[in-house]
C-alpha cells in the first residue's frame, strides 16, 4: 500500500542512496517486537540496512537514558536494568525500603523478550511478612501496592533531588554517614560535602531547604534520615524519576546516598534502579536468543530524544557525551518495530520533522499512528500469523510460539519483506543465509542451546522442543548474589570500569566537559518547568505520564481492552478532586490539556490517590488530529507527547525529559469526534 500526498518511487532506497549516500537514511526502529527472538522487527530492519551500506542510528533510549548515561561514570556500568537488587537477597535482610517514584506493580509484569512467570506481588508479601518496611516517595499514592502497608510521603513532581540531598545533610551533619565506606570504596565525597554545607554556592542543602522545594515537610526528611542510617535499607528510584528534566541527578545521587549509608554491598541495602520493573526476577544463567544484525557501516547517530530535533535542524552541531555531533541530512526513514508518535517527545515538532524527508517507509499490521504518516505502508503480521521461540534471557521457560492462523490479507512477516528487497537490491543470500522462518528458529535455538548445555542446563533439541511447545530450566537453588558484593568484598581485585574503579560521586571526566547542565557531582538544578516556577502561573498543574494498565506501550490501543480503559472514547486523566472542582469538571467530563507547545482531550477520571496540582495520564493513545497532518492542530484521544518538550536532559545523556511538563485542563462540552481508530480512505 502506498500512502502520502508526496510523489514516491519505487526505488527510493537506491536513489536516496545513490544521490545522498547512506547516511539519508534513518532506521526509525524503536526495539518493540513481538516476544519472540525471530520475528523481531527492529534485528530485521538493521541486517537489512546494514547489509544495504548503514544507516543512521539512535543511541540511548527512553525507558532509562539518563541512567544509561550517569551510571558507566558513577559505577562504571551501563547494563541498567540489571542495576536492581535480587528479592532473594532482601527478603529477611532488609529493614526498609526507600522508594523514590515508587513500585507499581504493573511495572513488573512486563519484561523484555517475554515474562513467563509473574511473581513481583509474591515478593512484596514475603518481604512484607518478613517485616520490611516500605516508604513511597512520591506525587501518587497508587505507586506503591496497598498489600505492604507502605508510608506515602507526597512530594512536587521533579523534586526528588532536593529530597535526596536533605537526607545526605542531615546523615552529614550528624555523623550518620559511613566514612570509612566513603573512604575505602568512593572518590570525591569531601567535594560533595562542601556542596551539602554551602561551600560553593553560600546555599545549605538540609532538611529545611529541601522542604521548601519539595513540600515534605522539614522534620519528616530528618526523620526519615535517622531511619535510613538506624536500619538494613535499600534506596530504590524508579526509571520514571529520571525521565526528567537534569534526569542523570536523582539517578547519581540515589547511588550517593547509598554510599553515604555505607551499606552497598550488602545483603538488604544499597541502591537498585527500576525496582519495581526488574526486582522480581530470579537469577539464572541461562542464555539469550538474538539475531546477528551485522555491523553498521555508518557511524553517524542520534541521541534518541532529539529524532525531532535532527529531522527539523540538518546539519546542527550538538554537544553528546563529552564530543560534539552533527546531525545529517535525513531523506528517508525506514520504521518498523514502533510508534515514533508515541515515545518521541512535542509531537508538533516532531510532525514538522517528519514531514521534511522524501519518503517514510513503514511495516504495520494496523492503521497507527506511523501508518497514517507514511508514504509507504507495507502490512506485517503480528505475533498470531508467524511461528517464533519466547526466550528471555536468563528465562524460567523457553516457548514455541506456534502461530495460530494464516497471515490476514497481504500480511507478511518483516523477515520475508525485507528478504524479498535485498533480492531486488541484490545481497537476498546475504542477508537470509539461505535459511528461511524455521531453519533460522533451529538455528537460533541450536546456537543457543549449545550455550546453555555449557553453562549445565540440558535443553532438547529444536525439534523436540518445538513437538513439546515448551522447555521448562530446572529450579535453581538461591545464589544470594549480593548485589555490588564482590566490590565490597575486595575493591582492589573486583574494581569497578570507573576512571578511579571506585564509586565516583565526583567525576573528573565530567567536570572536563563542562556542562551547566551536569555537573561533576549529584547537584539540584531546578527544572526548566515546574510548579516552584514561573510558569506555574500560567500553567498550574503538573502533568505526569505513567505506563497504561491495559496495553504495553501504544501497542493494540485499538483492542477491546484498551479501548474499554477510555473515558468518553478518549485516555483517562487522573486529576485530584480539588484540582477538577476548582475547573468545573466532574469524573467522565472531556477535559482539553494545553500549554504553549500543543493541546490534547482526555476523559476526566477523579482521585484523591494523586497530589493536588498534579495529574495523571498514561501513554500511548494513538495520536490523532483534528486536521491530521497539520502542526498545532488539537489530538483527539489523549497523548500526553503533544505538550511535552523536545529539550534533553542534559548533553551528557541526551534523554528525553517527558516527566517535566506544566499544562492548563479546561472542561470541553462539545468535543469533536475522535476518530483514531477509523480505517483509512482507499482510492
Given at each position: ?12 532506497l ?5 544521490k545522498?549516500?547512506n ?37 540511548g ?28 537477597t ?8 526507600v ?11 512486563v ?55 536533605g ?33 560553593p ?26 531511619q ?9 528510584t ?7 528534566d537534569?534526569g ?26 527500576g ?10 544463567k ?35 557525551n ?25 509531537l ?11 519518503t ?26 508467524r ?26 512477516n518483516d ?9 531486488r ?24 542451546r549449545?550455550?546453555a ?9 529444536f525439534?523436540t ?9 530446572i529450579?535453581?537453588?538461591?545464589v544470594?548474589?549480593v ?15 570507573t576512571?578511579?574503579g ?7 571526566k ?23 516556577s ?9 502533568l505526569?505520564?505513567n ?8 501497542q493494540?490501543d485499538?483492542?477491546p ?29 472531556v477535559v482539553?490539556v ?12 477523579l482521585?484523591?490517590?494523586l ?25 483527539t ?8 518538550m ?28 475522535m ?6 480512505r482507499?482510492?
Open positions: 500500500m502506498v500512502h502520502g500526498a508526496r510523489s514516491r518511487h519505487p526505488r527510493a537506491v536513489d536516496t542512496k545513490t545522498y549516500g547516511e539519508a537514511i534513518f532506521g526509525g526502529c524503536y526495539g518493540w517486537a513481538s516476544a519472540g527472538r525471530f520475528h523481531h522487527a527492529p534485528s530485521h530492519l538493521k541486517r537489512f540496512l546494514n547489509l544495504f551500506g548503514g544507516y543512521v542510528d539512535r543511541v533510549n527512553h525507558s532509562f537514558g539518563a541512567a544509561l548515561g550517569i551510571m558507566p561514570y558513577v559505577i562504571g556500568r551501563a547494563d541498567i536494568p540489571a542495576l536492581v537488587a535480587p528479592w532473594e532482601l527478603v529477611g535482610s532488609c529493614e526498609l525500603i522508594l523514590f517514584g515508587g513500585a507499581h506493580l504493573k511495572n513488573a509484569q519484561e523484555m523478550n517475554g515474562q513467563v512467570r509473574h511473581e513481583a506481588a509474591t515478593w512484596f508479601h514475603k518481604a512484607h511478612a518478613a517485616g520490611t518496611r516500605f516508604v513511597n516517595i512520591s506525587p501518587s499514592r497508587s505507586d506503591l501496592t496497598e498489600a505492604v502497608d507502605g508510608e506515602w510521603i507526597s512530594l512536587r513532581p521533579n523534586t526528588d533531588v532536593a529530597v535526596m540531598l537526607l545526605a545533610h542531615t546523615l552529614l551533619v550528624e555523623g550518620l554517614h559511613d566514612t570509612a565506606f566513603l573512604q575505602r570504596f568512593c572518590v570525591g565525597f569531601e567535594r560533595f560535602a562542601d556542596y551539602l554545607r554551602g561551600v554556592d553560600g546555599v545549605i542543602k538540609d532538611a529545611a531547604w529541601a522542604a521548601e522545594i519539595s513540600s515534605i515537610p522539614a522534620e519528616r526528611i530528618t526523620a526519615l534520615a535517622r535510613m542510617a538506624s536500619s538494613r535499607t535499600l534506596v530504590a524508579a526509571w520514571s524519576v529520571q525521565r526528567a537534569h542523570e541527578q536523582p539517578v547519581w545521587m540515589t547511588v550517593t546516598l547509598a554510599a553515604m549509608l555505607g551499606q552497598i554491598g550488602l545483603p538488604g541495602g544499597g541502591f537498585s534502579l525496582f519495581g520493573r526488574a526486582g522480581s526476577a530470579p537469577p539464572r541461562v542464555p539469550r536468543m538474538a539475531m546477528p544484525v551485522g555491523k553498521n557501516p555508518v557511524t553517524t547517530i542520534v541521541p534518541v530524544a532529539s529524532v525531532g530535533d535532527m529531522l527539523l535542524n540538518p546539519g546542527k552541531e550538538v554537544e553528546f563529552g564530543r560534539r555531533i552533527r546531525y545529517p541530512d535525513v531523506k528517508l526513514i525506514y520504521a518498523v518495530g514502533g510508534n515514533a508518535f508515541h515515545h518521541n517527545t512535542d508538533n515538532a516532531l510532525l514538522r520533522g517528519w514531514q521534511r524527508p522524501d517514510v517507509i513503514v511495516h504495520e499490521p494496523f492503521w497507527t499512528p506511523v501508518a497514517r504518516h507514511a508514504d509507504i505502508v507495507l502490512p506485517a503480521t503480528t505475533t498470531l500469523e511461528n517464533d521461540i519466547l526466550a528471555a534471557e536468563s528465562a524460567s521457560h523457553w516457548i514455541a510460539m506456534q502461530k495460530a492462523i494464516e497471515p490476514v490479507g497481504q500480511a507478511r523477515f520475508d519483506i525485507f528478504a524479498d528487497l535485498a533480492e537490491l541484490g545481497f537476498k543470500s546475504a542477508f537470509t543465509e539461505d535459511r528461511d522462518e524455521r531453519a533460522w528458529m533451529a538455528w537460533l535455538y541450536e546456537q543457543t549449545a550455550q548445555k555449557e553453562r549445565g542446563y540440558a535443553p532438547p533439541d525439534d522442543f518445538w513437538n513439546d511447545g515448551v522447555h521448562a530450566f529450579e535453581e537453588a538461591p544470594h548474589q548485589f555490588m558484593g564482590d566490590f565490597r568484598r575486595d575493591p582492589d581485585a573486583n574494581p569497578l570500569k576512571a578511579s571506585r564509586i565516583e560521586i565526583f567525576s573528573e565530567i567536570a572536563g566537559f563542562n556542562y551547566a547542565d551536569c555537573p561533576p557531582h549529584p547537584t539540584w538544578i531546578e527544572p526548566t518547568e515546574w510548579l516552584g514561573a510558569q506555574a502561573r500560567d500553567y498550574p498543574l503538573h505526569l505520564s505506563q497504561p494498565t491495559a496495553r504495553l506501550h501504544s493494540l485499538m483492542s481492552l484498551s479501548r474499554a480503559s477510555k473515558i468518553a472514547g478518549r485516555e483517562a486523566i487522573t486529576m485530584h478532586p480539588k484540582d477538577a472542582g476548582a475547573r468545573g469538571i466532574r469524573d467522565g467530563d482539553r494545553s500549554n504553549a507547545r500543543g493541546a490534547f482531550l482526555a476523559g476526566a477520571r482521585s484523591p490517590d497530589r493536588e496540582s498534579v495529574v495523571q495520564i498514561a501513554t500511548g493513545a494513538w495520536y490523532q488530529a483534528v486536521e491530521p497532518g497539520v502542526p498545532g492542530s488539537l489530538d484521544h489523549g497523548n500526553p507527547n503533544m505538550v511535552t523536545s529539550k534533553v536532559t542534559s548533553p551528557l545523556a541526551g534523554a528525553p525529559t517527558a516527566q517535566t511538563v506544566l499544562v492548563q485542563i479546561e472542561r470541553v462540552d462539545d468535543p469533536p469526534p476518530t483514531a481508530f477509523d480505517p483509512p482507499f482510492s
